[in-house]
C-alpha cells in the first residue's frame, strides 16, 4: 500500500488550502484515513481522522471548527480542507492509512500502519 500526500504550500493566516492523500495497491473502500503533522522541534501530533463510510470524524481541538477531513472512496483518495489557517498551523502533514481501528485509538499515530511521505505547510504571519 502506497500513500503520498499532497496540496501543501506557502499560504497567508487566514487563507486556506486542501491537502489530498492518494491511496494506492489496496482497495481503500474500508479503510480508516488519519492526518497528523510535525512542527520543528515538536512531536508529531494527530489533526483529523475519518472512518471508512466517512460516518464518523475525529479531530484535534486546536483545528476544529477549521478543517475538514473527508474522503472519496471512488478515487482513493482522503482530503484535509484547512480553512483559517494560522502560523501555528505551520508544518509537515503526513497521511495514513490503517485497515482496521478501534475508534478510540484513532487518535494516536501507532494505530495507524502505512504513511505517506509529508507534505509542507507554511502559514505567514
Known amino acids: 500500500v502506497q500513500l503520498q500526500a499532497f496540496g501543501g504550500g506557502l499560504v497567508q493566516a487566514g487563507g486556506s488550502l486542501r491537502l489530498s492523500c492518494a491511496v494506492s495497491g489496496r482497495t481503500f473502500g474500508r479503510w480508516f484515513t488519519g492526518w497528523f503533522r510535525q512542527a520543528p522541534g515538536k512531536e508529531r501530533e494527530f489533526v483529523a481522522s475519518?472512518?471508512?463510510?466517512?460516518?464518523?470524524?475525529i479531530y484535534a481541538d486546536s483545528v476544529k471548527g477549521r478543517f475538514i477531513i473527508s474522503r472519496d472512496n471512488a478515487k482513493n483518495t482522503a482530503y484535509l480542507q484547512m480553512n483559517s489557517l494560522k502560523p501555528e498551523d505551520t508544518a509537515v502533514y503526513s497521511c495514513a492509512a490503517v485497515s482496521s481501528l478501534v475508534q478510540s485509538t484513532a487518535a494516536s499515530a501507532p494505530a495507524y500502519n502505512y504513511w505517506g511521505q509529508g507534505t509542507q505547510v507554511t502559514v505567514s504571519s
Open positions: 475519518i472512518k471508512w463510510n466517512g460516518g464518523s470524524t
